[in-house]
């Protein structure tokens, strides 16, 4: 008969169950990547808005612009906004990847390096097949 492609994981020595019976949503977790992204850059171009570097050719700090409370505000929120997203999105990727039964809740890092480890041996299994 033949194994399923998380039976062939599994017997690599742990006993793997997997997380989500769900479909694969790579396109949803792909543009919630993108988003995260694309706010990463409009907060590191605010940041660089509103502090100076050290003036080059005078060699005196430059005076830093102060943000408002209003500003603060709506950096905060976009920040929550952002790290809500980026949880969610590895909500969604634990579980895709299959896990150990008995294991704690993944830790980003685990997550990111179960899935590298998964999807290489998906590849390899779709390769010998």
């Known amino acids: ?34 988003s995260i992204h694309e706010l990463d850059i409009s907060t590191a171009r605010l940041n660089d808005f509103y502090t100076s570097p050290v003036s080059a050719s005078s060699g005196k700090p430059k005076r830093k612009r102060v943000i408002s409370s209003v500003q603060r505000q709506v950096a905060n929120i976009r920040e929550r ?22 294991e ?13 480890v998964y999807i290489s041996f998906m590849t390899d299994i779709l390769e010998n097949n």
């Open 1 to 34: 008969s033949t194994s399923s492609p998380l039976r062939i994981f599994a017997a690599l020595g742990h006993q793997m169950i997997q997380r989500s019976t769900e479909s694969t949503d790579c396109n949803g977790l792909y543009q919630d990547l993108t």
């Open 81 to 102: 906004k952002r790290m809500f997203s980026l949880n969610e999105a590895f909500d969604r990727l634990r579980r895709k990847v299959p896990t150990f039964a008995y």
């Open 104 to 116: 704690k809740r993944l830790s980003r890092i685990e997550t990111l390096r179960l899935a590298i």
